[in-house]
């Protein structure tokens, strides 16, 4: 299994703390916020990890970070020129990818919960990790049927769908990077991770489960203070980086 870390993107929600620095790295408690996706990915026993950066950051990052030498693992680095849908991250971790399964999470959400055993036994098809939160209309939102089976997943429900957002932590198999390079760009102009998880869906090979810990996507103001205090009470003795 291999690692993706997203981290593009130019933080506008978060100017102007955002204007000189990337929001990933923004302090979390004692640690750029960073090494809270990386700490998921290495604790799971992932030892090849492509970050995915902007252009104008990439030299912070591989300041910060260096090979992976030090966390035990190797990194590679690709740049997002454009931010243009979160599963654009699998065309340009193509090469990187390499016929693997792989693992992706987003560099600004923050999670509580072990994923050892999730990647460990993962087979094929997808995976997915949903919570409830009380803001669904932020994310990607997945409606079960009455047996809590997945029914479909809709971006940003106008109207409302469920209380399950799907939350920035995605597993794949080889397949990932053809279905991405056929997805069709949304109205925003993006490929949007809904649409890949739906194709999997649609397949019968996407299992959605339960985030059963603190779940944060530090993309705001209220979730980035949010976060602090977490981090503080929950996560500082967890972290293995």
Known sequence: MRGIILSGGSGTRLRPLTKITSK????????PMIYYPLNTLVKAGIKEILIIVSPERAGDYLNLLGSGKDFGVKFTYEIQDKPEGLAQAFIIGSNFIDNEDVAMI?????????????????????????????????????????????EKIVEKPKEYLSNYAVTG????????????????????????????????LNHGELEVAMVQGEWLDAGTFDSLLRAQQIAKEKLADKMVI
């Open 106 to 150: 987003l560099g600004d959400n923050i999670f509580e919960d072990d994923f050892s055993e999730e990647i460990k036994n993962f087979r094929g098809g997808a995976k997915i990790f949903a919570k409830e939160v009380p803001d669904p209309e932020r994310f990607g939102v997945v409606k079960f049927d009455e047996q809590k089976r997945a």
């Open 169 to 200: 932590m995605y597993i794949y198999d080889k397949r990932v990077v053809e279905v991405a390079k056929n997805l069709k760009p949304s109205d925003r102009g993006e490929l949007e991770i809904t649409d890949l998880n739906n194709w999997y």
């Open 24 to 31: 990933q790295l923004l302090p979390i408690y004692h640690r």
